[in-house]
């Protein structure tokens, strides 16, 4: 049997719909599984022994280029004539259902009382029934093996092992690790300002537990940002520029990871990393909680159906919490 899922964007999406991966191939080792993914977030993807092959697109380029959907079709046409006998829209987006009608014949997705574009479930011939605003991981789970008939539990995914993979890391990560202290990522960086926890406070956690934390960043104002905080404290170090490669390689060879609700944080998660994601106007759903993988939300009350990017009670939690949780983390 071939199979294509369609999940787009963005890294911590993708992140949480792969954990499904292993126990698909567990129950079914000859299914192939390709992956259809915008080209910036392929990286991901790569070395996964569940996925066949990875396919990209470049539909965030139509934004500014309208006249590239004829190449972008083209494209997903081209991947079509891999004759799939089911196509998986874990997306549920009118982009990604689309993409997925174009792959195959039979496709699945949520139907449209489980996402927010409800037109997307137009496209689906097999329709799969989620709330809205349950558990990120498990609507992921269950979209992608239902149509399959596998039924993937809590506990299974639990009990997950490691599934993002990486090969041939830049070898300057060596130079940023230490020995003889704890490894400490900070992610201080997000989709929304209103989901970065202050630079200040992550100051004084470094301050307050004396280890090496490596800062990454993803755009100019966050490399800014990670700069000012070593001046600040001096074992707290600004990591170049890292590819998801050598993203991956990093945080697998860290002991703790501490950051904002965004995609590296979650990558922890899925390496079976300890961490602690820090969210403000973002649900908790959105991860696993587990003996190693914890959370603090701001007191404000969050409605997952429409998320107020204005609100900006993550600035409120106090560090001493999150020092206390990292102190906890860093002993076992």
């Known amino acids: 049997m071939k199979i294509a899922i369609v999940k787009l964007s963005a890294l911590g999406d993708i992140i949480h719909a792969m954990v499904a991966l292993q126990f698909i191939k567990a129950h079914s080792p000859d299914i192939q599984i390709d992956w259809i993914v915008e080209q910036g977030f392929a990286g ?62 039979r496709v699945a997705g949520f139907d449209a009382d489980s996402i927010r574009e409800k037109a997307a479930s137009w496209f689906y011939n097999v329709k799969i029934a989620c709330a809205y605003d349950a558990n990120t991981i498990d609507r992921n789970a269950l979209v992608l093996s239902s149509p399959l008939g596998i039924n993937i539990t809590r506990q299974q995914i639990l009990d997950k092992k ?9 070898p300057c990560l060596l130079d940023f690790l230490q020995h003889d202290s704890k490894n400490i990522v900070l992610v201080i960086g997000s989709t929304w300002d209103s989901r970065n926890y202050p630079p200040e406070k992550f100051v004084k956690i ?19 940002k990670a700069l000012w905080m070593s001046t600040q404290a001096d074992n707290i170090k600004v990591m170049p520029k890292l590819d998801l490669n050598s993203l991956k390689a990093l945080i697998a060879k860290a002991d703790l990871l501490i950051g904002n609700d965004s995609g590296p944080t979650h990558i922890a998660w899925a390496l079976n990393k300890p961490s602690i994601t ?9 991860v696993y909680q587990t ?18 990017k204005q609100d900006y009670s993550i600035k409120d939690i106090d560090e001493s919490g999150i020092i206390e949780l990292a102190r906890g983390l860093l002993a076992v």
């Open 278 to 286: 820090i969210f403000g106007p973002t649900p908790v759903s959105r």
């Open 162 to 170: 490691p599934f993002l993979f990486f090969q041939d890391e830049d």
């Open 44 to 105: 991901i993807l790569k070395h996964n022994p569940d996925i066949d092959n990875i396919l990209t697109v470049n539909l965030k380029a139509l934004k500014t280029d309208k006249t590239g959907i004829f190449r972008e079709i083209k494209k997903v046409r081209r991947y079509a004539l891999n004759n799939y006998d089911l196509v998986i829209d874990a997306q549920g987006l009118l982009k990604s259902a689309v993409t997925a009608r174009l792959l195959g014949k």
């Open 206 to 224: 470094a301050q307050a537990l004396q280890h090496n934390y490596l800062v990454v960043w993803g755009n100019a104002q966050e490399k800014e």
């Open 291 to 308: 003996d190693i993988n914890k959370v603090v939300k701001s007191a404000s009350i969050v409605n997952p159906y429409q998320l107020n």
